[in-house]
């Protein structure tokens, strides 16, 4: 019991520390990319490679982690993060460089989600989850409330060599807390077809859902630049109000996610919010970004406790495995159509169209299996 409450606090320093460093840059990605001249769907072509390529690196990191360590696969989306900032610091906006940067892109972001996703749910318990995985929230959301501001004013008022010096070295310091978490180390055959078949049906649609959702989160920075306001400090304001609203949120809803699941009533107040944030302009977006934020996480918490809760006795390799390609997948399905789009706004109605069928699918399995 102690060495599983070492491991959490271990996991938690980690949590604070990675966060902060990935999200100096990584919640300005599209802005970012949009303001050094890439057309929307240049950023959406980007989006798509990455998760193109995410597909077959989620496998082969799964199978390093499990034939050596997942410290490994966490070291390899390291390096690739700090090759990644070299090449966001050199942009080309051509075909090429757009496939270059997603392929690191999806190395940094699969090396360190897979090995991610595999400590924690090693060291959280399978049951009486919720409360753990709250405060790693917490921390997670209190990191990226700070490195919002601190990397919007070190992109507005140096560039973005600072930045890239300041998130590598954090990145890199972030793992060593990992080093002295001790998990059992079970090398396993990896047997995709197999599991997809064991996955539970209504495991496959709560989480292409939830992925949806952050894929609209991925292009509503274009939007506010386009017709609110072109600047980093209103990416990072927005940003703070949500996860500000996300951890007074936590505290009161992860409580009592232990008795109830609220994936439904969260996915149509999501719905709803996104369709007020294309009519609402000027700063009144931020109110609706901070009941937003609450929405989110009590979604977030929901899916969690679907995630941590019904693994119907699976092993960790493979539902971490089929989480990772289930989230690429969908995110590449729903973005082939947005190319032949031209109007960002009608983007965002199409997503929000998606989730909706998407939510009424899962409403039948879940009526129909009776699950909560």
């Known amino acids: 019991m102690q060495t599983t409450k070492n491991n959490q606090i271990k996991f938690n320093i980690f949590s604070f520390v990675s966060t902060f460093a990935r999200s100096l840059i990584e919640i300005f990605i599209s802005l970012y990319l949009y303001k050094n001249g890439f057309t ?12 193109l390529f995410a597909v077959f690196i989620s496998y082969y990191f799964v199978k390093i982690g499990e034939k050596y360590k997942y410290s490994i696969v966490m070291y390899i989306g390291i390096v690739s993060f700090a090759i990644l900032q070299f090449a966001l610091n050199n942009l080309v906006n051509n075909y090429s460089y757009i496939i270059l940067i997603s392929f690191i892109y999806s190395l940094y972001r699969r090396g360190y989600w897979v090995a991610r996703r595999f400590y924690i749910t090693t060291i959280i318990p399978q049951k009486n989850s919720s409360e753990s995985f709250s405060i790693v929230m917490v921390v997670s959301e209190i990191a990226s409330i700070i490195a919002g501001y601190l990397g919007s004013f070190l992109l507005e008022e140096f560039n973005m060599i600072a930045l890239t010096i300041v998130s590598t070295v954090l990145l890199f310091v972030s793992v060593i807390p ?9 090398t396993k055959k990896i047997e995709l077809i197999k599991s997809l078949k064991q996955y539970d049906k209504v495991n496959y649609v709560a989480f292409s859902l939830y992925e949806i959702n952050n894929l609209l989160t991925f292009i509503f920075p274009i939007y ?63 109110f609706l970004y901070f009941i937003e934020g609450i929405i989110k996480k009590m979604q977030n918490q929901s899916v969690n406790k679907i995630y941590f809760e019904n693994r119907n006795g699976m092993d960790l390799t493979h539902y971490n495995l089929i989480y990772q390609l289930v989230e690429a997948l969908i995110r590449i399905i729903v973005v082939v159509p947005l190319l032949f789009i031209n109007d960002i706004r009608i983007m965002i109605v199409f997503i929000i169209i998606i989730i909706a069928i998407e939510l009424i699918i899962y409403a039948s399995f879940k009526k129909k299996k009776k699950l909560y």
Not at 252 to 281: E, M, P, Q
């Open 178 to 186: 990992l080093i002295g978490i001790k998990y059992k180390s079970e």
């Open 224 to 286: 506010i630049a386009i017709y609110i306001k072109d600047t980093y400090t209103m990416a990072s304001s927005i940003n703070a109000i949500s996860n500000l609203a996300i951890i007074v949120f936590i505290l009161l809803y992860g409580k009592i996610i232990k008795k109830r699941n609220y994936f439904v009533i969260s996915s149509i107040l999501f719905i709803i919010i996104s369709l007020a944030k294309l009519f609402l302009f000027n700063y009144y977006i931020l």
């Open 40 to 51: 929307i769907k240049s950023i959406l072509l980007f989006y798509l490679l990455e998760n």
